[in-house]
């Protein structure tokens, strides 16, 4: 079935430190891939998002590449700041079900001054 | 535009009790979605309603939980009798119809004890 394997964490950086965030995915065809940011007490935001193969997803600094040869969607930053400590999701979602999102497990960062 | 609502922010309940969720989604967005994180683990789909028809609630866990919408507009999400692993952030997003992101509430934190 559809899945979507994130790497845990928690993780711990300083700042200005390089991020990757592992995520890889099981899908028939060729899905759009999103990444999804929780900032501490708010919901769920779309950070960047990627539609086709090869595409590169960025906002804010962070990117995002959808390889369909190693089914990933790795998010990075080259450098992170405080304000980066959240938790992020890497999300499949399902528009022959009506849309609905498959979730990673998330990875909560965290940044150190 | 106001954004998803979403209403406790934190509800703390007995087991075998009983506690209904609250969400606004976003004026004119015909799609709303129910989905649950439990114990730090990925955020699972619950149900999704077009206006005030449930298009698919195969995330629903069992008959304990029952979601409605009235007249298309808000939502709500009870929980009958609540058990302990009920406990965890139930999140709502909204989506207009023929757009792809969905916009999510800040959750609502339950915890059964």
């Known amino acids: 079935g559809n899945s979507v394997t994130q790497m845990e964490g928690p993780v711990t950086l300083s700042e200005e430190a390089f991020l990757t965030i592992n995520c890889t995915y099981t899908?028939?065809?060729?899905?759009?891939l999103f990444w999804y940011v929780q900032y501490p007490g708010e919901g769920l935001q779309l950070l960047l998002k990627a539609t086709k193969a090869d595409d590169k997803g960025s906002n804010k600094g962070f990117e995002a590449t959808y390889r369909k040869e190693t089914t990933s969607f790795h998010l990075e930053k080259g450098s992170v700041q405080v304000s980066d400590s959240a938790v992020y999701f890497c999300a499949l979602p399902f528009y022959n079900q009506g849309g609905k999102l498959i979730f990673g497990q998330g990875t909560e960062l965290s940044v150190k001054p | 535009e106001a954004g998803v609502t979403q209403f406790p922010s934190h509800s703390v309940i007995e087991k075998g009790q009983t506690v209904t969720l609250r969400c606004d989604p976003i004026?004119?967005?015909?799609?709303l979605y129910w989905y649950r994180r439990v114990m730090g683990k990925e955020i699972k789909f619950l149900l999704h309603?077009?206006?005030?028809?449930?298009?698919?609630e195969s995330g629903m866990p069992n008959n304990r939980f029952l979601a409605e919408r009235t007249g298309g507009t808000y939502s709500t999400l009870k929980v009958q009798p609540a058990e302990l692993e009920d406990s965890g952030v139930y999140f709502c997003?909204?989506?207009?119809?023929?757009?792809?992101?969905?916009?999510f509430g800040p959750g609502t934190r339950l915890t059964v004890t």
């Open positions: 899908a028939t065809g060729y899905p759009s």
């Open positions: 997003a909204s989506s207009r119809t023929g757009v792809r992101e969905q916009y």
């Open positions: 004026s004119g967005h015909d799609n």
């Open positions: 309603f077009v206006k005030e028809s449930k298009q698919d």
